[in-house]
């Protein structure tokens, strides 16, 4: 983090020095989101968009809400899966109980419903922290897995427990082939990054990061932590739970308690770490990291003709290695790696 210190004042052309990178930045960005909505659609195959890229952005969301309460608030959870398990499924059982009710509208009310039980099982993190509130939130993950297993009526009597999603349709217009899908997810989740953007800089934001570097100097100068903690919680199981229904109707097509396991809460959690704690744009490029490295481990190994079991655990032996990497050398992740780069290049060829 860069505080600005106090009695520090920017002369004009300061000012206009960092103003041209933030209008670089911020033009860049709209050629970015104009290239996704309009090239990305017409060149990709539908492989390229159902398997790569609306995973990502799900991927993305789901990690954006974990940073929310782990990298700005500063509470550990392992329990994502099961927020993104709550959304998915509170979704599924608004759209089949309730006749007509909008696709748009039951995932937001399963991310409401995901984050009523994030703030449930926040409410030890008033008392725990670190590792204790870890494992607080891993059994999160457990309770969840086994009320959607055990309790017949959240799977519409399944014998299996596997069932089909429905269809999205939304004002007549039905989202069926991959290209419809990942403008509906880039949508979505292009509205919920821009939100969370602009949640950070205010007030709650700020008083996320206070409670996070200190709780007890931000209750002094007047913070409730109780509401800090507990409104971290409900954001970013929303995000999570949102993030639950699109992996479950936009990607899946069914809504099954195993997609949402132990792995994909670490997975998720690796994404944060490698692109970067406390940062929106290290969300996307961890999840992208995460969603990319498997395929080019697979290419890889098929080149070189590996064994099919050094083929197997090269992924996770990668992930390992990349964690310990990153949280030694470089613990902002791919988002700090970015920013440098950025800097050199605005600077390149005269650094002085």
């Given at each position: 983090m860069?505080?600005?210190?106090a009695?520090?004042?920017?002369t004009?052309y300061?000012?206009d020095g ?27 195959s539908p492989?390229?968009?159902?398997a790569?890229?609306i ?6 969301l789901?990690?954006?809400?974990l940073?929310i309460?782990?990298g700005y608030a500063?509470q550990?959870?392992?329990?994502t899966?099961?927020f993104?398990a709550v ?8 759209i089949l109980?309730?006749p007509?009710?909008?696709?748009l509208?039951?995932?937001v ?6 984050a009523?039980?994030?703030i449930?099982?926040g409410l030890?993190?008033?008392r725990?922290?670190g ?5 607080a939130?891993l ?6 897995v086994?009320?959607l297993t055990k ?11 596997v069932?089909?999603?429905q269809?999205i ?6 989202f069926d ?5 990942y ?7 292009a ?7 602009n949640m950070?800089?205010s ?9 996070r570097?200190?709780?007890v ?9 109780m509401?800090t903690?507990?409104l971290?919680?409900?954001v970013?199981s929303f995000?999570c ?15 099954e308690p195993?997609?949402?396991?132990l792995d994909l809460?670490f997975?998720?959690l690796?994404?944060i770490?490698i692109?970067g ?6 969300s996307?490029?961890?999840a992208?990291f995460?969603v990319?490295?498997?395929?080019l ?5 098929h ?5 099919t079991?050094?083929?197997s655990n090269l992924?996770?032996m990668?992930f390992?290695a990349l964690?310990i990497f990153f949280l030694?050398v ?11 780069g950025?800097?050199k ?8």
């Amino acid at each position: 983090m860069f505080y600005r210190e106090a009695g520090q004042f920017k002369t004009s052309y300061e000012a206009d020095g960092q103003i041209f990178p933030i209008l670089q930045d911020r033009i860049a960005l709209l050629m970015l989101m104009a290239a996704a909505i309009v090239v990305v659609p017409l060149a990709a195959s539908p492989y390229v968009l159902s398997a790569i890229l609306i995973p990502f952005l799900i991927f993305s969301l789901a990690a954006l809400g974990l940073n929310i309460l782990t990298g700005y608030a500063g509470q550990l959870s392992l329990g994502t899966a099961a927020f993104m398990a709550v959304g998915a499924f509170a979704s599924y059982n608004f759209i089949l109980r309730i006749p007509g009710l909008p696709v748009l509208l039951a995932f937001v009310l399963g991310g409401l419903s995901a984050a009523l039980v994030g703030i449930a099982f926040g409410l030890p993190s008033l008392r725990i922290r670190g590792f204790y509130l870890a494992a607080a939130t891993l059994a999160t993950q457990f309770f969840v897995v086994w009320c959607l297993t055990k309790i017949p009526y959240l799977t519409n009597y399944s014998a299996s427990g596997v069932i089909t999603a429905q269809p999205i349709v939304i004002l007549g217009y039905a989202f069926d082939s991959p290209g419809r899908k990942y403008l509906l997810v880039l949508g979505v989740v292009a509205l919920m990054a821009l939100l969370a953007k602009n949640m950070i800089r205010s007030n709650v934001g700020r008083s996320w990061m206070a409670v996070r570097d200190m709780d007890v100097a931000a209750e002094v100068i007047g913070f409730r932590l109780m509401r800090t903690k507990l409104l971290a919680f409900a954001v970013s199981s929303f995000y999570c739970g949102v993030a639950g229904a699109l992996y479950a109707y936009a990607y899946l097509g069914t809504v099954e308690p195993e997609a949402y396991n132990l792995d994909l809460s670490f997975r998720i959690l690796f994404m944060i770490i490698i692109g970067g704690v406390g940062s929106v744009l290290g969300s996307f490029l961890g999840a992208a990291f995460i969603v990319l490295l498997p395929v080019l481990l697979n290419v890889i190994a098929h080149s070189l003709a590996l064994p099919t079991n050094v083929a197997s655990n090269l992924e996770l032996m990668v992930f390992g290695a990349l964690i310990i990497f990153f949280l030694i050398v470089e613990p902002h992740g791919l988002a700090r790696l970015w920013q440098i780069g950025k800097e050199k290049l605005r600077l390149w060829p005269f650094p002085h």
